[in-house]
């Protein structure tokens, strides 16, 4: 599951990188949840819950179905 995680995360990452941000995983739980950092300006961003919710989950969700959320930590 991680591995599949992190292929799709790849996919993402030209698009934050060319704002200045990132993302990266920090844990798949045994309940398919799925822990990410966002990184760079992205961290600060008023707009990164939506880029949480619109992009990262989204994306995971659709290529892994199984996924039950994505939350962001610290």
Do not use: F, W, Y
Request: hydrophobic content about 40%; proline content about 5%; glycine content about 8%.
């Amino acid at each position: 599951m991680k591995r599949r995680v992190e292929e799709v995360l790849n996919q993402l990452r030209p698009e934050l990188q060319a704002h200045g941000g990132d993302v990266e995983l920090v844990e798949v739980t045994k309940d398919n949840l799925v822990k990410v950092r966002l990184t760079g300006a992205c961290a600060g961003c008023p707009m990164s819950t939506l880029t949480l919710a619109m992009g990262v989950e989204r994306a995971l969700r659709r290529e892994i179905p199984e996924i039950k959320g994505v939350v962001a930590v610290p």
